[in-house]
């Protein structure tokens, strides 16, 4: 496989580090020399970031204090945050960036604008989509994954800490079998928690193939998007 253009989403609590909570200016600078070597093999970047690191909409949510709706908009401010800290550690790696959120906040971020999107990618920036969809109730999988497919990724790679999908949690299970391909429909019925359904769903009917990989492994993500698809799991 090789992609032009490629959209990239990890967790919060990857930037989290082992504190487990708020940022990690070491991980920040990891990723962002990661995002780095995509853009300098003229890759054209776009980045999702979780909000699990600072707070959950529905774990916010879970005793009935806080509605759910209102929980997911803490949710998406939490990934306003994370985002504006990765374009802090992605410009002192020398990249040009723009951050776009699904809920206006002119002072801190453009607006998303599909076509603008588009512009910055098409001049070499990188652009951070935060804020996930503005709606309450979808997932940062789901504005991932709807991101991708508005701005014409031909693929969405899924940064997380294990090397692909797995048929049982390889953490706990010795004999836990990495699966190196599956369908969309395989994903979806077998309840492979790859990405929430939604977001598969959304990707099957887009035809966007999903990568899972290990983002935690040095060149990692330019190695797969140059074809070596040894280190991830693929969803088509």
């Known amino acids: 496989m090789s992609a032009k253009r490629v959209l990239v989403k990890f967790?919060?609590?990857?930037?989290?580090?082992?504190?487990?909570?708020?940022?990690?200016?070491?991980?920040?600078?990891?990723?962002?020399?990661?995002?780095?070597?995509?853009?300098?093999?003229?890759i054209e970047v776009g980045l999702?970031?979780?909000?699990?690191?600072?707070?959950r909409g529905v774990t916010a949510a879970q005793d009935g204090i806080i509605k759910r709706t209102s929980g997911d908009y803490m949710g998406m401010l939490a990934t306003v945050i994370n985002g504006v800290a990765m374009q802090e550690a992605?410009?002192?790696?020398?990249?040009?960036?723009?951050?776009q959120t699904a809920i206006k906040m002119e002072q801190i971020a453009e607006p998303y604008i599909n076509r603008k999107a588009v512009r910055h990618l098409e001049k070499g920036r990188v652009v951070i989509f935060a804020a996930g969809t503005g709606n309450p109730f979808f997932t940062t999988d789901t504005a991932a994954t709807l991101r991708a497919v508005e701005i014409g990724a031909e693929v969405i790679i899924k940064a997380t800490k294990v090397d692909g999908v797995y048929d049982r949690d390889p953490n706990k299970f010795d004999d836990a079998v990495k699966l190196d391909a599956l369908t969309y429909d395989q994903a979806l019925s077998e309840h492979i928690k790859v990405m929430d359904d939604t977001s598969i769903a959304l990707a099957k009917d887009n035809s966007l193939p999903i990568i899972i990989c290990d983002m935690f492994e040095q060149g990692n993500l330019l190695e797969i998007i140059n074809g070596n698809m040894a280190k991830c799991s693929i969803v088509k």
């Open 48 to 55: 999702v970031i979780g909000g699990g690191n600072i707070i």
């Open 90 to 99: 992605c410009e002192h790696a020398g990249l040009q960036v723009r951050m």
């Open 11 to 42: 967790s919060g609590e990857a930037l989290a580090g082992e504190s487990g909570y708020g940022i990690d200016t070491k991980i920040l600078n990891y990723i962002s020399t990661e995002i780095k070597s995509l853009v300098d093999a003229g």
